[in-house]
């Protein structure tokens, strides 16, 4: 299975990006997907996640409010719409897929992106 994180770029407070992780290798719609990220010197947090069973999304309070979570299973594809970015989004995001039942916790996750990385210049 393989992981293709982007969109990531600079972008100023306030403004917007929109994140796409494609997979393939597996059949994208029986794996659960989330989004992470992981600023310079601390640990890698959870941003956002949804389930394959029912498409529900689920956010961690870096993601709740601003940013939005969707998944295209006819493209393979998984989204992260971020809007109202602020200088503390800043970070590398990583896509993660499987079969996962805590969907916060990243050992959970089987597969990972390469990363994109999102600065956001205040």
């Known amino acids: 299975v393989q992981l293709q994180a982007s969109g990531g770029g600079l972008v100023q407070a306030g403004g917007s990006l929109r994140l796409s992780c494609a997979v393939s290798g597996h059949t994208f719609s029986s794996y659960t997907m989330g989004w992470f990220r992981q600023a310079p010197g601390k640990e890698r947090e959870f941003v956002a996640a949804?389930?394959?069973?029912?498409?529900?999304?689920w956010y961690g309070d870096s993601g709740k409010g601003r940013f939005t979570i969707a998944r295209d299973n006819a493209k393979n594809t998984m989204y992260l719409q971020m809007n109202r970015l602020k200088h503390e989004d800043t970070a590398v995001y990583y896509c993660?897929?499987?079969?996962?039942?805590?969907?916060?916790?990243?050992?959970?996750?089987?597969?990972w992106g390469q990363g994109t990385q999102v600065t956001v210049s205040s």
């Open positions: 949804i389930r394959w069973t029912d498409n529900s999304p």
């Open positions: 993660a897929a499987g079969p996962v039942e805590y969907l916060e916790r990243a050992a959970e996750y089987a597969y």
